[in-house]
């Protein structure tokens, strides 16, 4: 029983040092009525994707939508492989949302070097960064 328990134990702390998420984050906003943001992602999977060499585009609608309060970034935990997108918009506190911040775009690929995150960095303020647990 006890060797049992110590392949356990083990074999969850192998999957977990590997486990990535991927954050999204950016400057906030400096209005005195603003009330908070929300993050528009895009999946793998989501359809509105293109690939032209290994460049992602994401044109389709975003299906998920996150309102993350006044946080200034937000964390997608346990990624799979692939294109992901994201946005940010603010809004007031009389319920006014802003346009879409710039579309950034990443790709994961579980193959990638796991001591180098990923970072794309927009000329608007977005980052999107796949982070490694534990950094």
């Not at 192998?14 to 906030?28: F, M």
């Not at 998920?64 to 294109?83: F, L, Q, R, S």
């Not at 007031?92 to 346009?99: A, L, M, P, V």
């Not at 950034?104 to 927009?122: E, F, Q």
Request: charged share 20%; hydrophobic share 40%; net charge negative.
């Amino acid at each position: 029983m006890k060797k049992l328990l110590i392949v356990l134990v083990i074999i969850l702390f192998a999957t977990a040092v590997h486990a990535r998420d991927l954050k999204i984050s950016w400057q906030g906003n400096t209005e005195q009525d603003l009330a908070g943001y929300k993050v528009y992602c895009a999946q793998p999977g989501d359809s509105g994707w293109t690939n032209e060499g290994m460049i992602w585009n994401y044109t389709g609608e975003f299906t998920h939508v996150i309102d993350v309060g006044n946080a200034v970034e937000y964390i997608i935990p346990d990624i799979i492989e692939g294109a992901y997108a994201a946005c940010v918009t603010a809004y007031d506190t009389s319920g006014n949302e802003s346009d879409y911040s710039e579309v950034g775009t990443i790709y994961y690929n579980d193959r990638s070097d796991p001591a180098v995150p990923s970072v794309v960095k927009l000329s608007a303020p977005i980052t999107i960064t796949i982070i490694i647990e534990g950094q």
